[in-house]
């Protein structure tokens, strides 16, 4: 009797488990798709024009600009124009689709 209990105890302890994987798993998909909302709501392509909108203003450029993405605690970036030299800050028009602090696995 007690090795049945023993292993019942294993078994739910083995589902609360998997319960708590599945809970990440579906707020990590909500997490992501609030950003794709935002990014989508953010940048768009009308006639060959690629726009760009977030609160400090709306910028147009053509569409075969260059762009990149940083993502680090500072939040989700995305930053058109030519890449910026390594420590150098960007005055190429930029948007910022959040401002949370972002974990490496966040960013991944």
């Not at 302890?13 to 709501?41: F, I, M, N, P």
Request: charged share 20%.
């Amino acid at each position: 009797m007690r090795f049945g209990i023993a292993i019942a105890i294993s078994v739910l302890t083995a589902l609360a488990g998997c319960s708590d994987q599945e809970t990440e798993q579906r707020q990590a998909a909500a997490e992501k798709l609030r950003v794709d909302k935002r990014l989508c709501a953010s940048v768009l392509l009308h006639d060959g024009v690629l726009v760009a909108s977030d609160s400090l203003g709306t910028y147009g450029m053509p569409a075969g600009t260059g762009w990149l993405v940083s993502c680090s605690v500072e939040g989700l970036n995305v930053i058109f124009g030519p890449l910026p030299k390594l420590n150098e800050d960007s005055t190429d028009p930029s948007i910022q689709v959040t401002n949370a602090d972002l974990s490496t696995q966040q960013c991944a």
